[in-house]
């Protein structure tokens, strides 16, 4: 079977669910260029679907989004050296956070050097 080509696993409910080729390709490189293992965190982000953050065994950090949980769990299947784990002390002390993360993380305010007054300060004060 090729990468490019979606991989089917099938569930309890006995219907297949299709994991995104193009995801399971991307997440296979990616376990790859970490020696071969990653921790993948499963975690459902709304009307925008389920989000698979990775960290690798060096502690850089990925992410991918899919349609559902049971998606999720078909890539998961999918891909070699791929383990489930939930952010734990050990987990989330292993992630690296590159500062091109923290950049995109903060996304206007990243390149600000003034910042607008507060606007809740006749709360605080």
Do not use: C, Y
């Not at 009307?47 to 065994?57: Q, Y």
């Amino acid at each position: 079977m090729s990468e490019d080509t979606a991989v089917s696993t099938a569930t309890e409910s006995d219907s297949a669910v299709v994991a995104p080729g193009e995801v399971v390709s991307s997440i296979r490189k990616f376990v790859a260029a970490e020696g071969g293992s990653a921790k993948v965190v499963i975690q459902p982000a709304g009307a925008a679907g389920v989000r698979l953050t990775l960290v690798g065994a060096n502690g850089i950090m990925g992410d991918r989004v899919v349609d559902s949980v049971a998606t999720a769990q078909a890539v998961v299947d999918a891909v070699e050296g791929l383990e489930t784990a939930d952010w734990d002390r050990d987990l989330t002390s292993a992630a690296d956070v590159s500062p091109s993360h923290w950049r995109q993380m903060a996304g206007w305010v990243a390149g600000q050097k003034r910042f607008p007054r507060a606007r809740n300060r006749k709360i605080v004060d």
